[in-house]
């Protein structure tokens, strides 16, 4: 099994960075497809973006042009640099393993960023 671990939030200002970070235990994450979703109060959990095992990436169109993300498969860890953020990013963000095919469908605890002035 996969534990995931995210860290990285916080409050920050509107036009600000924060960079997440998730990291995975066990010996599954160089197969898994790895994501973050976030969730806003009253809103759907959304995907926000996604990388393959072969790092392949995938963005919500709200994200693109601003948000990164990224894989170490040393360090079993996946990176989203977020850059230019918007009040409308204010969430909770949560980090999601899985693999098409599979039951392998893992989730993090979730992380708070809040994008207030």
């Known amino acids: 099994q996969v534990q995931l671990v995210e860290s990285g939030g916080g409050l920050v200002q509107p036009g600000g960075s924060l960079r997440l970070s998730c990291a995975a235990s066990?010996?599954?994450?160089?197969?898994?497809?790895m994501g973050w979703y976030r969730q806003a109060p009253g809103k759907q959990r959304e995907l926000v973006a996604s990388?393959?095992?072969?790092?392949?990436?995938n963005y919500a169109d709200s994200v693109k042009g601003r948000f990164t993300i990224s894989r170490d498969s040393a360090k079993n860890t996946v990176l989203l640099q977020m850059n230019s953020l918007k009040p409308e990013d204010t969430a909770v963000y949560s980090c999601?393993?899985?693999?098409?095919?599979?039951?392998?469908?893992?989730w993090g605890q979730g992380t708070q960023v809040t994008v207030s002035s």
């Open positions: 066990g010996n599954l994450f160089t197969i898994l497809t």
């Open positions: 999601n393993g899985g693999r098409r095919g599979t039951t392998y469908n893992f």
């Open positions: 990388i393959t095992s072969g790092g392949s990436t």
